[in-house]
Nanobody
Framework: QVRLVESGGGLVQAGGSLRLSCAAS????????MAWYRQAPGKQRELVAG???????NYADSVKGRFTISRDNAKNTVSLQMNSLKPEDTAVYYC??????????????WGQGTQVTVSS
């Protein structure tokens, strides 16, 4: 079982910055990939950024150049640095961990979410 706890959400002005953190209950070496998702009111949850155990990263087109995902294996944490925030970034942000058990079988774990609100 993997427990994830997010922190760092809050209210910021457009153009400002915010840093989200996700603390995992197990070593990140046991997790195949970590990711941040977000869900805005009335919209489906979408992938924001991801990072694999091999260090590869990917970002949604809407946040490329503004957001950076990183990990600290020693502290079992994954962070999302968000710069140049826009009102459309307003959403609840969720930390996700994917663990591959074996071929064709994997488990996804989710944090409780943290609210990010960007004012105009």
């Amino acid at each position: 079982q993997v427990r994830l706890v997010e922190s760092g959400g809050g209210l910021v002005q457009a153009g400002g910055s915010l840093r989200l953190s996700c603390a995992a209950s197990v070593t990140l070496l046991g997790i195949n990939s970590m990711a941040w998702y977000r869900q805005a009111p009335g919209k489906q949850r979408e992938l924001v950024a991801g990072i694999t155990s091999g260090g590869g990263t990917n970002y949604a087109d809407s946040v490329k150049g503004r957001f950076t995902i990183s990990r600290d294996n020693a502290k079992n944490t994954v962070s999302l640095q968000m710069n140049s925030l826009k009102p459309e970034d307003t959403a609840v942000y969720y930390c996700n961990a994917r663990v591959v058990i074996r071929f064709n079988l994997d488990n996804d774990y989710w944090g409780q979410g943290t609210q990010v609100t960007v004012s105009s």
